[in-house]
């Protein structure tokens, strides 16, 4: 089992930045792969990024490739999601997610346990 928790949502200006968090307890955090995907208002959700259970890989969509940062700290159980340049069409709830049985991709289906998420509201 693994318990995920998000935080460091808000609001924030065009071009502002946020870090998001996400702690996660119970299974072993360095035996697998974090992901961080999003929901805008209407929409299906999407993924953001993703990040190997090392940290050594990195994946990113289109949209946020160069502004968002995925990283991860094995020490303290932590994932982060640094977000610079945001824009109005960033604004979402962002959850994070955990894949323990597979190696993950950008499939929400590889990964098996998700956050409640942290909204991220970007104003024009």
């Known amino acids: 089992q693994v318990q995920l928790v998000e935080s460091g949502g808000g609001l924030v200006q065009t071009g502002g930045s946020l870090r998001l968090s996400c702690a996660a307890s119970g299974r072993s955090f360095s035996s697998y792969d974090m992901g961080w995907f999003r929901r805008a208002p209407g929409k299906e959700r999407e993924f953001v990024a993703t990040?190997?259970?090392?940290?050594?890989?990195?994946y990113y969509d289109d949209s946020v490739k160069g502004r968002f940062t995925i990283s991860r700290d094995n020490a303290k159980n932590i994932v982060y999601l640094q977000m610079y340049s945001l824009r109005p069409e960033d604004t979402a709830v962002y959850y994070c997610?955990?894949?323990?049985?597979?190696?993950?991709?950008?499939?929400?289906?590889?990964?098996?346990?998700w956050g409640q998420g942290t909204q991220v509201s970007v104003s024009s």
């Open positions: 990040i190997s259970r090392s940290g050594g890989t990195t």
């Open positions: 997610a955990a894949a323990t049985l597979v190696i993950a991709t950008i499939r929400g289906s590889d990964y098996d346990y």
